[in-house]
């Protein structure tokens, strides 16, 4: 049974830092895509990041958060990151990992499981 399940998230202060953590069961995360994807009230769910397999490695970033954010994974815990710096209160959202085999990283119906979501609030 595959499962994802995120971790990380909470309170900050604008100009804060988190890291966020997707960490995998029930399949080897180096042999999938990961995306990260957020949704806040009232808005449609959208791709912040997206890492590829860990034999391609090619990442990508939304124009929002590039330069802010960085994704990664540790294959010794299965886990994919997303390093979060500089938070703004935009970035106020539920964030969600996902992992499949899209074809285009942000289009959020080609992943094929989903975690369950992690709080994030950017807020003095």
């Known amino acids: 049974q595959v499962q994802l399940v995120e971790s990380g998230g909470g309170l900050v202060q604008p100009g804060g830092s988190l890291r966020l953590s997707c960490e995998a069961s029930?399949?080897?995360?180096?042999?999938?895509?990961i995306g990260w994807f957020r949704q806040a009230p009232g808005k449609e769910r959208e791709g912040v990041s997206y890492i590829s397999t860990s034999s391609d490695g090619t990442t990508y970033y939304a124009y929002s958060v590039k330069g802010r954010f960085t994704i990664s994974r540790d294959s010794t815990e299965n886990t994919v990151y997303l390093q979060m710096n500089s938070l703004k209160p935009e970035d106020t959202a539920v964030y969600y990992c996902a992992t499949g085999y899209p074809t285009v990283w942000a289009v959020a119906a080609q992943y094929d499981y989903w975690g369950q979501g992690t709080q994030v609030t950017v807020s003095s």
């Open positions: 029930g399949l080897t995360l180096d042999h999938y895509a």
